[in-house]
């Protein structure tokens, strides 16, 4: 599939800076959802700013990987890596679950939705980010063969 290792390496660089661009990103995203979505008092809007940070989570956990791999690329995964994973995905449950409950009571108590400016602004630059950011990671996801990128798209 790839034509020369140093194409291979130019992949891994654009990768690598997809997963910076990632975490950066997320990182502003989890505050301004959070500190909206908490002077908002609208759950959907501070959950998604919780959902951020689990994607910080991921994207650390793919720039090691890509890392890793740009230095040594026969090296297997590190303790750090599959911690990373396995706490991405632990917290992805734990932040269902907490949804969940907020579900629940606001049933229970009538509590009907408001939907805000911020939580339409904010959904608006959120899908237009994350549509680029995943298909730019498919592509190089592809282009490297890996797993563990297109997964990472596919969670994006």
Known sequence: MLQQPQDEQVFYNKAFLLSIFTI???????VVSMVLGYSDETLALF???ADSF???MSGIG???MIFRIRRN???SKSKFEIRALMTTGFAFYLLSAGLLAGIVLNIVSHHKPVTTLWGVIISIISIGMMTWLMNSKKRFGKQLDSGPIIADANCT
């Open 47 to 49: 959950g998604f700013g």
């Open 54 to 56: 689990i994607e910080v």
């Open 62 to 64: 793919i720039a090691v």
């Open 73 to 75: 690329p026969e090296s």
């Open 24 to 30: 950066l990103y997320n990182i502003a995203e989890g």
